[in-house]
């Protein structure tokens, strides 16, 4: 049975694992910086950092007051992870590009206008719908991150309307959604504060959009025509690969590039077409 992935979710999942890594260094560095600092800067609240770090070529940069420092350490925090978040929302995004660059050459009838997910899924299947495929708590969750960055972004200290309705009425449900997948889930939906991140809300976020784009993965291949994915294959094949094999080295060679790119396993005959394709390029 095929074990559906794509090379896309594997970038967007080493993307997340970098971001971690930062984040975790970054507490790293500030609990180190606390504790290596915490008698030294004593009965010194009106000294300014430049006086006491000027040994630290930066230090002439921050005008700021020993008594001001832990209040300028969480703002520069808040600034950070509202940085990390975007990121993340980014990589997301390029997620869901990748995924419209693949179907880009398949047209259809655009019609109203539909959410990016239920766009690829028409050109997948015009009878295709992301309410009946996926849960409705996870395409609120993918509207909630989205709208999230957007308040990020554009930043006046309100909530717009569409996030607001969310918290409110869909807030509950989307807690409980993510508690039976996450049980150590600490991102509360129904909040209405939206103006800062803690470490582990960033971390369940890294950790919720890794579940979704696995699923998103996995629905869009399931769903794919195996021809069209099999041509796919062969596309990411040939543009790595230059030299021409001859049938028995091509048929082994690419069938582990299929199994390793989009864990799917083709048959002798689905080969024997591929190789076709193959010598006339």
């Not at 708590?137 to 991150?145: M, R």
């Not at 869009?220 to 543009?239: A, G, V």
Request: with cysteine; proline share 1%; hydrophobic share 35%.
């Amino acid at each position: 049975m095929d074990k559906y992935r794509s090379p896309y979710f594997r970038i967007f999942n080493k993307n997340i694992s970098v971001l971690n890594n930062n984040l975790c260094f970054y507490l790293f560095v500030m609990k180190q910086f606390e504790k290596n600092t915490k008698n030294g800067l004593i009965n010194k609240e009106t000294k300014f950092i430049s006086e006491l770090f000027k040994e630290n070529m930066y230090s002439k940069s921050i005008n700021v007051k020993v008594k001001d420092l832990e209040t300028e350490i969480k703002n520069y925090e808040r600034t950070m992870l509202c940085g990390i978040f975007i990121h993340m929302y980014s990589y997301l995004d390029f997620f869901l590009e990748q995924y419209e660059q693949m179907f880009k050459d398949i047209k259809v009838d655009e019609g109203e206008k539909t959410s990016r997910l239920q766009a690829l899924l028409n050109r997948i299947d015009k009878n295709l719908k992301e309410d009946d495929i996926f849960d409705d708590s996870f395409l609120y969750t993918l509207k909630y991150i989205r709208l999230r960055r957007n308040r990020i972004i554009h930043d006046n200290g309100q909530n717009s309307k569409d996030i607001a309705f969310i918290i409110r009425y869909k807030g509950e449900k989307i807690v409980d959604y993510w508690q039976n997948k996450l049980p150590k889930n600490v991102i509360d939906f129904r909040s209405e504060n939206l103006s800062y991140f803690t470490h582990d809300e960033l971390i369940g976020y890294f950790n919720i959009s890794r579940l979704m784009c696995k699923e998103i993965d996995n629905k869009l291949l399931k769903h794919s025509n195996r021809i069209f994915i099999l041509d796919e294959c062969l596309n990411q094949f040939l543009q790595q690969k230059l030299t021409k094999y001859p049938p028995k080295i091509f048929s082994r060679k690419f069938s582990k590039f299929s199994t390793d790119s989009f864990g799917i396993k083709f048959t002798k005959d689905e080969l024997e077409s591929c190789y076709n394709k193959y010598i006339g390029v």
